[in-house]
């Protein structure tokens, strides 16, 4: 069974500065898509990223960007020039087929 | 286009009530999902459609939870004899094709079990 891995609970950068979420997962297949969701305290769950991994170049969004690392099964994201607005619950997510595995998410707050 | 969205936006409901979950998902996707957020945790699976067929409901905690998407767009997810536990939010997803896809997500229903 797949399982994903975010081991910040939390974190708090400064406005403008660069932070790195981080997540593992644990699969057996080779052939499977890697998400970021953001999810404010308004709760709409909302899609920051995508990965699939049979793309070797890391996918960027922005000021969001990753940092995937097959063979390790890593899976970070970069937030550059952080904003208020970025203060969220960021969850991890690995699909295989259809389902969404998730992790047990980061909350970072953005200060000003 | 108008986004996922799911009514009601909180439920109050007494042990033992039945409740039903809305889901209106983004016009002509054709995958639908639900899954279970419980506080402070990432969301779980419960169940998937395509179209009006649902092809997987092993994520169901028991046989109180029901789905259904009998037109293949809106979907109603029922719990019957609600319990404490069954206190959460209740998310929904919808995916274009039918499978590795992003979902998309309404804003969840957030129901509390007295």
């Known amino acids: 069974a797949q399982t994903v891995t975010q081991s910040q609970p939390e974190m708090s950068v400064q406005e403008a500065e660069t932070v790195t979420l981080s997540c593992t997962y644990d699969?057996?297949?080779?052939?499977?898509?890697l998400f970021w969701y953001k999810q404010p305290p308004s709760r709409q769950m909302i899609l920051v990223i995508r990965?699939?991994?049979?793309k070797q170049q890391n996918a960027t969004e922005n000021r969001f960007s990753v940092n995937f690392q097959k063979a390790a099964k890593s899976f970070s994201l970069k937030i550059s020039d952080s904003q208020l607005g970025d203060t969220a619950m960021y969850f991890c997510a690995f699909m295989g087929n259809y389902q969404l595995i998730w992790g047990a998410g980061t909350k970072l707050i953005i200060k000003p | 286009g108008a986004g996922v969205s799911q009514s009601p936006r909180y439920k109050v409901a007494k042990r033992g009530q039945d409740v039903a979950l809305r889901c209106d998902p983004i016009?002509?996707?054709?995958?639908l999902f639900w899954y279970q957020q419980a506080l402070g945790q990432g969301p779980e699976f419960l169940t998937y459609f395509q179209n009006e067929a649902q092809l997987d409901k092993s994520g169901l905690p028991s046989d109180r939870f029901f789905a259904e998407r009998p037109e293949g767009s809106v979907s109603t997810l029922k719990i019957q004899r609600t319990q404490q536990e069954d206190s959460a939010v209740y998310l929904c997803?919808?995916?274009?094709?039918?499978?590795?896809?992003?979902?998309?997500f309404g804003p969840g229903t957030r129901l509390t079990v007295t």
């Open positions: 997803a919808s995916s274009r094709t039918e499978q590795r896809r992003e979902q998309y």
């Open positions: 990965q699939e991994a049979y």
């Open positions: 016009s002509g996707h054709v995958s």
């Open positions: 699969t057996s297949e080779s052939n499977y898509y």
